[in-house]
Antibody
Framework: QVQLVQSGAEVKKPGASVKVSCKVSGYTLTELSMHWVRQAPGKGLEWMGGFDPEDGETIYAQKFQGRVTMTEDTSTDTAYMELSSLRSEDTAVYYC???????????????????WGKGTTVTVSS | DIQMTQSPSSLSASVGDRVTITCRASQSISSYLNWYQQKPGKAPKLLIYAASSLQSGVPSRFSGSGSGTDFTLTISSLQPEDFATYYCQQSYSTLWTFGQGTKLEIK
């Protein structure tokens, strides 16, 4: 059974970068696809990006293009999400989530986020 | 990006009620639609995937239906633990998007 353990809360100044980690246990990271979702205080869920198993590339939401980098360290089974040029609007809880897949005949694959980390609070304040 | 619109944004209901939440996509997404439940201070929890498949361990009072652009999440008989916020999410496009959420409150 997959478990995801995220790094602790961060406080950053505007303009800085933050790197959130998500350690996998129960599986190896190479067996999984990881995505990231954030939630600003009192707001809804916002998909940031993740690994697309269909083409083997990491896809980012257009809103975060150029500011976000998602990486993996397979030696430690840890995924990372780094967000740069932080502003106050980036204050949020950041979640990692693994992607499950349902394959139906004749080979249609449906993807969904089935296991979630508990979240990492990132506060951006001067 | 594909826009996902949920209705209503909030809903008051009583224990035992049958509740339906609607999600509409800005273009056809076939059955690439997932539903999540989120309680305050907690991570989202997957309820339904591929529009109508019940995630393991989720009570059978939850069901999903629809395809194309219109989808519904139904709770057949509300239980106290079901009061939460519900989100739909599409995975048709490589750029995934969520609905804005529906907050289900106790009447």
């Amino acid at each position: 059974q997959v478990q995801l353990v995220q790094s602790g809360a961060e406080v950053k100044k505007p303009g800085a970068s933050v790197k959130v980690s998500c350690k996998v246990s129960g599986y190896t990271l190479t067996e999984l696809s990881m995505h990231w979702v954030r939630q600003a205080p009192g707001k809804g869920l916002e998909w940031m990006g993740g690994f697309d198993p269909e083409d083997g590339e990491t896809i980012y939401a257009q809103k975060f293009q150029g500011r976000v980098t998602m990486t993996e360290d397979t030696s430690t089974d840890t995924a990372y999400m780094e967000l740069s040029s932080l502003r106050s609007e980036d204050t949020a809880v950041y979640y990692c989530a693994t992607v499950g897949r349902l394959v139906t005949y004749p080979a249609t694959a449906y993807y969904y986020m089935d296991v979630w980390g508990k979240g990492t609070t990132v506060t951006v304040s001067s | 990006d594909i826009q996902m619109t949920q209705s209503p944004s909030s809903l008051s209901a009583s224990v035992g009620d049958r509740v339906t939440i609607t999600c509409r996509a800005s273009q056809s997404i076939s059955s690439y639609l997932n539903w999540y439940q989120q309680k305050p201070g907690k991570a989202p929890k997957l309820l339904i995937y591929a529009a109508s498949s019940l995630q393991s361990g989720v009570p059978s009072r939850f069901s999903g239906s629809g395809s194309g652009t219109d989808f519904t999440l139904t709770i057949s008989s509300l239980q106290p633990e079901d009061f939460a916020t519900y989100y739909c999410q599409q995975s048709y496009s490589t750029l995934w998007t969520f609905g804005q959420g529906t907050k289900l409150e106790i009447k």
